[in-house]
């Protein structure tokens, strides 16, 4: 499936594959062509992923690059966990974790920028650059690093501590801008205008958006070639939720799956939820928000990919749901007690919203369920902070059973 | 009213590869109006049904006008009125 062209989403105009990502006759979101396969022999293509390298590289067939690149830091490949525990707590049979903390800077993010960095070398690009609430900020920073490339990443000023800690330390220029994300996002757009460097998430954003394919690649194979019959996902631009869909889509269509499109369940927090809002009133546009929740990284308030994300629940048969902030401490606590994984605040949407889901009785308990945790739980420790309190003792044995006696008693 | 108006690189084609424009306006509808009159081009691009096509943003000062009044946003003499798409970021 070599990509073949930047296809306008709305009105259907071709470019090439090039650094753009508007349509200049509707302003409508390019997306990457691909041409259509030659006999496809599903067994044959099988055999030639399974024999890839343990990275998104394995599906490199269908990605928007044109060789796989050299010198880069391997994402993807990340754990499919089945978590029993958690699917008996909530009454359910069959929940899989797809724990993409597991990457090399520990959120999904590692493999949208693979991309779009790999793109953005073959066309030359010197410098790459990126609008982050903090994940992809570390992304970018880690492997521009990892590729010898400058890099600047431009984030709200108020982000968590652990985010630009973990971003400075790989070398790059870390601007902090006094706003929100959107506002972050706004003055981007202008910079990519006036400056010739590969924004990840601007002019490379049809490349970059194509990485999160890679999360139903792996999902299907790692599910022995099969798919889920629902997928519960955050949102906050909207990109990975349909992107996750696509990657379906497409090897249902190449015969390499069997059967139809899983439910959609989206998960935002209550906080900033312009996705879930417009799904409840029945629109199919967002109205912008000013984000006010502690699930930062999700805190888009004008999400680009908003129309097309309630079309994929719509047509899925699945919903848009919110959670609030103490639902969201209580997921990121819940998947960590019965899994062993601990995330940050999205993936205590998702998880929430899981819970939500199942507490109503929207899924048939003998549904098979994929949750996409999408970032690690150490980058957003305040979340967590006074959940729990810890022991003091003195060193001795009588200290520790007097107050092992006292906490009994409590409990 | 005197107001600035932002073009960005996407649509420069039609304005003659100019990055701004000032144009006079009370509103930024109107502001808009006097725009397409200069660069006929841009109505079909971004306007819609009397309104705007759903991927593009416009600012005032740095404010998503879908905060303010919309098209019926006042804008006053030295403002600066942004264009840009909307299907950046995430």
Known sequence: ?411 | MAVKVKIPTQLRAATEGEASASVDGATVGEVLDALYERFGELRNRIAEDGGLRRFVNVYVDGEDIRFLDGLDTAVKDGDEVTILPAVAGG
């Open chain 1, 1 to 411: 499936m070599p990509p073949e062209s930047l296809r306008c989403k709305e009105c259907q105009t071709v470019y090439p594959l090039d650094a753009r990502y508007v349509c200049e006759q509707c302003f409508g979101p390019l997306e990457v062509a691909y041409a259509a396969p030659d006999d496809i022999d599903p067994a044959e293509l099988r055999r030639r992923i399974q024999a890839g390298p343990h990275s998104l590289w394995r599906y490199g067939d269908f990605l928007p690059v044109n060789a796989l690149p050299q010198g880069h830091l391997p994402a993807g490949w990340t754990p499919l966990l089945r978590a029993d525990r958690l699917a008996e707590r909530l009454g359910l049979k069959e929940v899989w974790i797809k724990n993409d903390a597991a990457n090399p800077t520990h959120s999904f993010k590692d493999r949208v920028v693979s991309i779009a960095l790999a793109r953005a070398r073959e066309l030359g690009f010197e410098t790459i650059a990126c609008a982050s609430t903090g994940n992809l900020a570390n992304a970018v920073a880690a492997h521009a690093a990892a590729a010898g490339l400058e890099s600047y990443v431009f984030i709200p000023s108020n982000l968590e501590e652990q985010k630009v800690l973990a971003t400075g330390i790989y070398g790059t220029n870390v601007v902090g801008v006094r706003g929100n994300y959107d506002d972050v996002n706004r003055l981007c757009t202008e910079i990519s205008g006036e400056h010739e460097w590969a924004f990840v998430n601007i002019n490379m954003r049809p490349y970059y958006a194509e990485g999160s394919k890679t999360l139903a690649y792996e999902t299907a194979e790692q599910l022995g070639w099969e798919l889920p019959d629902r997928v519960v996902a955050p949102i906050a631009s909207g990109s990975l939720f349909t992107k996750i869909a696509r990657g379906f889509q497409e090897w249902i269509d190449l015969g390499l799956l069997d059967g139809t499109l899983p439910t959609f369940n989206g998960a935002q927090a209550a906080g900033c939820s312009p996705v879930a809002s417009a799904f409840a009133d029945g629109k199919d546009f967002c109205r912008p928000v000013k984000p006010d929740t502690i699930a930062k990284s999700l805190a888009i308030g004008n999400p680009a990919d908003g129309p097309y994300a309630l079309d994929l629940a719509r047509r899925s048969s699945g919903t848009i749901e919110s959670v609030t902030d103490d639902e969201i401490r209580e997921g990121i606590r819940l998947l960590a007690q019965t899994t062993g994984i601990f995330t940050e605040t999205a993936g205590g949407v998702t998880t929430a919203v899981l819970a939500k889901l199942a507490q109503r009785g929207d899924i048939d308990p003998d549904e098979r369920v994929v949750a996409y945790i999408t970032g690690e739980g150490l980058k957003t420790l305040d979340a967590v902070r006074g959940t729990f309190e810890a022991w003091e003792i003195d060193p001795s044995i009588e200290a520790f059973e007097a107050a092992n006696e006292r906490v009994s008693a409590l409990a």
